[in-house]
């Protein structure tokens, strides 16, 4: 006879009459609860993406642009020479 017993973490175990575990194949469904924090924590964690990716990017971009103008400008020519 086997037993069914609910994890924490939704991952269920059957017992054998050895006392040896083996998790069951599939996915346990995920109740309303687990799914509306689940979907909580992804539009949280896709606001972190942009509040920190788009600065990170943005100051990426103005190090490329400096280093781009300031291997490119033209030479001074001095003053000293005649021409």
Not at 59 to 70: D, I, Q, T, W
């Amino acid at each position: 006879m086997e037993k069914f017993l609910p994890k924490p973490a939704a991952i269920y175990y059957v017992f054998s009459e050895q006392g040896k575990m083996r998790q069951l194949k599939g996915k346990p469904k995920e109740n309303a609860k687990e799914k509306k924090e689940r979907k909580k924590e992804f539009a949280e964690n896709r606001d972190k993406a942009f509040s920190i990716a788009l600065p990170v990017l943005a100051a990426c971009f103005v190090l490329l642009v400096m280093l781009v103008y300031s291997a490119t400008r033209p030479k001074t020519i001095p003053m000293d020479q005649e021409m």
